[in-house]
């Protein structure tokens, strides 16, 4: 003899949050995996710009600035 009784509503109350949790779970998973990536990528390419040419040393010709000349006014 139940002492009570699950109604339609309530089951499908139910099956809807446990459904809400699963896929709140399923998402959380994918996020870390996406952060997990995201940082291995960061941290890759900070190695890669540490063993590009360091300040101290000249930039090659074609990337320097061209000297900046006096411009006279006509008037």
Sequence with gaps: MPIVKITG???SAIACSVALLWGCWIEEQSL???DHLERA?????LKVLQQS????QPVSAPFRRAPRTQRTTAG
Excluded: N, Y
């Design 41 to 45: 990528r960061l941290l890759h390419d």
């Design 53 to 56: 040419v360091p300040a101290s």
């Design 32 to 34: 870390a995996r996406r």
């Design 9 to 11: 509503q309530g089951l």
